[in-house]
């Protein structure tokens, strides 16, 4: 797309998406498809560095994925929107990147370190786990990337990108330009338990959920923890069903239920029934695009094929530079 910045971002294809990642990642994405030459992949590569040893699930969650996406706004006729295995040059910049890149850069990576403590189950003592940076930094720079959209935690994974760049154009040439981070801001969005919201926690709201299965979630919140009757005075602002109403219903509703709440003139039944009833709304444009494509397999495949097609035609146009650049 003439004139306009491009940008590259992926998402592990760990299953359904929830409430969490459409205010996330994907909200921001559906936004910058208007500003931005934008390449968005399945990374389901990245899904192995961590889940290597089953791989059942990898393929019907890409097929989720991509549903959930085009769902949610994502625009194949905007945005190019692909699977990182079918664009093979993925890996061969992959690889001549692993070349370049000093160890001690990966083994300082903060996520590196965190995850190792915290997946303690699995052991993440491979190759493939060190490297994913690398990957990464692969992924994008292959579409010669301006800039990267990431919350501030994921700074650092732009800026090993950034380096491995750097240091390919001091051996070789300047091929890649380094990818700036753009930073984007996400709605305090937590699971039933108040704690961040995330399938393994088993507290997520999925995005495909049918009504019943919204208002029973929706019942299960855990609102204001010192309000134990309805006769006591709530406080909204530590309320995260006051949050989702924020989200969902409209600003004159958001204030009444802020001056009721700390009135004691609402039950906490009655709020989430209410927030419950704009959430499904909210959520039904969503849910009835999801029926389409998911009764509409071939189009699905389309889409995924046209976004490898485009997408391979830049990757390979890249290669050519790089194998030049290297005289390889
Ligand atoms: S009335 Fe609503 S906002 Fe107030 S504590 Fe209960 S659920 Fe939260």
Same mark, same amino acid.
């Given at each position: 797309?003439?004139?306009?910045? #491009?940008?590259?971002?992926?998402?592990?294809?760990?299953?359904?998406?929830?409430?969490?990642?459409?205010?996330?990642?994907?909200?921001?994405?559906?936004? &910058?498809?208007?500003?931005?030459?934008?390449?968005?992949?399945?990374?389901?590569?990245?899904?192995?560095?961590?889940?290597?040893?089953?791989?059942?699930?990898?393929?019907?969650?890409?097929?989720? &994925?991509?549903?959930?996406?085009?769902?949610?706004?994502?625009?194949?006729?905007?945005?190019?929107?692909?699977?990182?295995?079918?664009?093979?040059?993925?890996?061969?910049?992959?690889?001549?990147?692993?070349?370049?890149?000093?160890?001690?850069?990966?083994?300082? %990576?903060?996520?590196?370190?965190?995850?190792?403590?915290?997946?303690? %189950?699995?052991?993440?003592?491979?190759?493939?786990?060190?490297?994913?940076?690398?990957?990464?930094?692969?992924?994008?720079?292959?579409?010669?990337?301006?800039?990267?959209?990431?919350?501030?935690?994921?700074?650092?994974?732009?800026?090993? $990108? #950034?380096?491995?760049?750097?240091?390919?154009?001091?051996?070789?040439?300047?091929?890649?330009?380094?990818?700036?981070?753009?930073?984007?801001?996400?709605?305090?969005?937590?699971?039933?338990?108040?704690?961040?919201?995330?399938?393994?926690?088993?507290?997520?709201?999925?995005?495909?959920?049918?009504?019943?299965?919204? $208002?029973?979630?929706?019942?299960?919140?855990?609102? @204001?923890?010192?309000?134990?009757?309805?006769? @006591?005075?709530?406080?909204?602002?530590?309320?995260?069903?006051?949050?989702?109403?924020?989200?969902?219903?409209?600003?004159?509703?958001?204030?009444?239920?802020?001056?009721?709440?700390?009135?004691?003139?609402?039950?906490?039944?009655?709020?989430?029934?209410?927030?419950?009833?704009?959430?499904?709304?909210?959520?039904?444009?969503?849910?009835?695009?999801?029926?389409?494509?998911?009764?509409?397999?071939?189009?699905?495949?389309?889409?995924?094929?046209?976004?490898?097609?485009?997408?391979?035609?830049?990757?390979?146009?890249?290669?050519?530079?790089?194998?030049?650049?290297?005289?390889?």
């Amino acid at each position: 797309m003439e004139g306009k910045k #491009r940008i590259v971002s992926g998402m592990r294809p760990t299953g359904l998406l929830h409430l969490g990642n459409l205010h996330g990642a994907l909200a921001n994405w559906v936004k &910058m498809q208007d500003t931005y030459d934008c390449y968005f992949f399945i990374a389901d590569w990245h899904a192995l560095t961590s889940d290597y040893e089953d791989t059942r699930l990898i393929s019907r969650n890409v097929t989720e &994925m991509m549903v959930d996406w085009l769902s949610a706004g994502l625009d194949p006729e905007r945005s190019t929107l692909f699977v990182q295995s079918r664009v093979k040059e993925h890996a061969e910049l992959f690889l001549l990147l692993s070349m370049i890149t000093p160890v001690p850069w990966l083994e300082r %990576n903060p996520t590196y370190k965190d995850q190792i403590l915290q997946l303690s %189950n699995k052991d993440l003592s491979t190759f493939g786990f060190l490297g994913y940076p690398v990957l990464q930094a692969a992924d994008i720079i292959i579409y010669k990337a301006d800039g990267v959209p990431v919350g501030v935690d994921q700074v650092p994974h732009v800026e090993i $990108s #950034r380096e491995i760049a750097r240091r390919f154009n001091y051996f070789y040439g300047n091929v890649f330009p380094e990818p700036e981070s753009i930073l984007t801001t996400t709605p305090k969005i937590l699971g039933l338990d108040r704690r961040k919201m995330s399938k393994s926690y088993n507290n997520a709201i999925f995005i495909s959920e049918n009504p019943k299965e919204l $208002s029973a979630k929706a019942a299960k919140m855990i609102t @204001d923890p010192q309000r134990a009757r309805k006769s @006591d005075p709530g406080n909204p602002d530590v309320c995260n069903v006051f949050e989702f109403h924020k989200l969902y219903s409209d600003p004159k509703t958001v204030k009444r239920i802020n001056l009721e709440c700390r009135k004691a003139e609402i039950g906490c039944v009655e709020c989430k029934q209410e927030m419950a009833g704009n959430l499904i709304r909210t959520l039904e444009p969503i849910r009835e695009k999801r029926k389409f494509y998911e009764s509409h397999p071939e189009l699905l495949n389309e889409i995924i094929a046209e976004g490898v097609r485009k997408a391979g035609i830049i990757a390979a146009r890249t290669m050519e530079d790089v194998r030049t650049a290297m005289k390889i």
